[in-house]
């Protein structure tokens, strides 16, 4: 829905291969053969994208072929949860150099996180042999609401001492880079919208773990939200939650009823050995009856609020990540069993309910994607972010 | 999110007052003075704007003031409902020049209905001396669901014989301008958008009628969804109407037991003399309290449908139309209870809750809108509404 013809439009052309001579991007773009050439000309210089090769010729000399060129720079990603990170250097197409898996405590607050964050990435860029001048851009995912304008987090439940803290700003100054900060939730969401073909305008990511939370791509773009408070469906109140006590204060949540750690302590109070919902997954993997009749519950209840928004946002489709979508197709079962009953025949015609396909990966393939969008194609994010990449250059 | 500088964007300044000389324009964009003074000449010959005045000087020749010139063309604006619709001819800044309501009936069929509207665009158009060659576009909202990069109602429920008829091209090719065609409701949500100061980026706009139905300005743009189907409020299934037919052939639905309709028969069903919405809204009027009563336990039932929204979409702004909704303070009343009482804390801390400021005119207003920002700004719609103005040039 946008114009064709800046230089971040050539180069998405390129990147996706859908023109790869001159001449096929004048085409595409319905510019000036001149105006084409000062644009490849600067992206060549900027050293993004290369010219060699031959296209087939259709008589003459062979037009040459334009490519991207991935390692004209590097980009560093975090996916930070609640006790566990990830951590990655990738080059400009995602594809990871280096990546490591961590365990943290993010209620350690930001100082001792981020110095964390920041030693693994100066470890993970020395194993890439690539300098600290090489990196384009940051790109961070955490367990809380964030002002994504601000690269702050805002009154993050699970993260004491985070509120206001400018992790934007902290990374984007110790690497000399642009950094983008959003929630955990959204970063996987852009993950799974990144690798999906074909690419959906319309994507509801939701994420069952010891949470709930989901993340909505609309017309192609991430919906943050006015207070970047979007994609909140484990606090939205149900029937079947009516009375029960939620972590964040209120009654009737859906998380309370339906998410990971509602379901290990149902099961532990019927006396099984859960702690945690990953013991909820275990069970169920090994067959017990109530671990698999549980998960199928919370199915069909999550099934139930997305069943709603589907009505109301008619998107093509719902993948399901988080540790107890692990849990083969049982939880699957139960969201589409409710969503295909409750939801209007117009809106499910052509909807695609699935299960994540990164896995514990889509954080940071979507962190990725978040931070090479804004590198190579920055029309598309933010002013603000533009201010920020020359207040570090 | 998109570049500026393209010649609609350029205009879009003008005409919001945010630049009005020429170096204003190249100071705003970034455009060469040279780049700038093509697209304002270009702007000038289609007669879009006029270049005079003077500007205030900051020494030597003042420079010319330039404005946009909302003379230059018409809009032919339709807001067809079940029974009655409205019609208007307005100029290129939404300002009515001739409007008309009349009854019609939409199940007559596309051939009766579109013929009428003709007849009553002629007759406009002759009101306001300006002929058919000023048409600079169409746009028309119907009751149902739309495809609407085709321009076509698409199984829409109360519109026999109205499935897959070219609406768009038969008033495109009728009047020789562009025609956009979108559901009602949206239109309705784009006129209050068009006329709400400051413009907020996110808009539920909820429509109490008949039937229950929404519209979502979502980052700034009308949130359509994968079929045109977005929206769809009404047949959200909810706890308190189960086992409730609705007219849909689905059960639970929030319209069944909401919806100005449901009421008219609850209250007819105590004695009341209500056979429409409207009768229930005149006996509330008359402080009858069975009836207020009713409506403003409608509100809460939708008010809870809107705290879910408001947790997953997380707008600025709801704004509640259609004939209940002016049943004065008792609908608001009963929606704001439910999601200040349902919504998460962050996401209600900033939220209005209003009611229409446009009343029965927000659908032309919006049709309008749609009608102008295409012709003035055709890069934010569908490339193939761009093909449907060469088509019929």
Redesign the interface.
């Known amino acids: 829905?946008?114009?064709v013809g800046?230089p971040g439009e050539i180069l998405g052309l390129i990147r996706r291969g859908e023109a790869t001579t001159r001449n096929a991007v004048a085409g595409a773009t319905g510019l000036a053969r001149s105006t084409v050439a000062g644009r490849i000309d600067r992206l060549i210089a900027d050293g993004l994208i290369s010219e060699d090769g031959d296209a087939p010729s259709t008589g003459g000399r062979p037009p040459a072929l334009l490519a991207f060129n991935r390692h004209a720079g590097v980009v560093l990603v975090a996916d930070l949860g609640a006790t566990h990170g990830r951590l990655a250097v990738t080059d400009l197409a995602g594809e990871p150099m280096a990546e490591v898996a961590v365990d943290l405590d993010i209620a350690a607050g930001p100082e001792a996180v981020l110095h964390r964050v920041e030693a693994e990435f100066d470890a993970l860029l020395d194993t890439t042999n690539r300098g600290g001048d090489a990196v384009s851009a940051i790109g961070i995912g955490v367990p809380g609401?964030v002002e994504f304008a601000a690269g702050r987090a805002?009154?993050p439940p699970i993260m004491p001492g985070w509120h206001g803290y400018p992790i934007r700003d902290r990374l984007s100054a110790r690497f000399g880079a642009p950094c983008l900060v959003d929630n955990d939730v959204n970063i996987m969401a852009l993950g799974e919208h990144w690798v999906a073909a074909p690419r959906?305008?319309?994507l509801l990511f939701v994420k069952v773990g010891t949470g709930i939370g989901?993340g909505?791509i609309?017309?192609g773009?991430l919906?943050?939200?006015?207070?970047?408070?979007?994609?909140?469906?484990g606090?939205?109140?149900i029937?079947a939650a009516e009375g029960v006590l939620c972590r964040?204060g209120?009654e009737g949540c859906l998380e309370a009823v339906a998410g990971g750690r509602a379901l290990a302590d149902q099961l532990a109070g019927r006396g099984a050995a859960t702690a945690t919902s990953r013991d909820v997954v275990r069970l169920a993997a090994a067959g017990d009856h109530i671990a698999v009749s549980a998960i199928r519950e919370a199915g069909r209840r999550i099934g139930?609020?997305l069943?709603?928004?589907v009505?109301?946002?008619?998107?093509?489709s719902i993948v399901v990540g988080g540790d107890v979508a692990e849990a083969g197709e049982h939880l699957l079962a139960g969201i589409r069993e409710a969503v295909y009953r409750?939801s209007?025949a117009?809106?499910t015609?052509?909807?695609r309910v699935t299960t994540s396909t990164l896995g514990d990966r889509a954080g940071i393939t979507g962190a990725a994607a978040m931070a090479i969008e804004h590198v190579l194609d920055p029309?598309?994010?933010?002013a603000s972010l533009l201010a920020a990449k020359g207040a570090t250059a």
């Open positions: 829905m946008r114009s800046t609401p805002v009154n959906p305008d319309n989901s909505l609309l017309d773009c919906h943050r939200g006015a207070q970047g408070a979007a994609g909140d469906i606090h939205v109140q029937a964040c209120n139930r609020v069943a709603s928004m009505n109301i946002l008619n998107p093509e409750r209007t117009l809106a015609a052509h909807l029309i598309v994010v933010d």
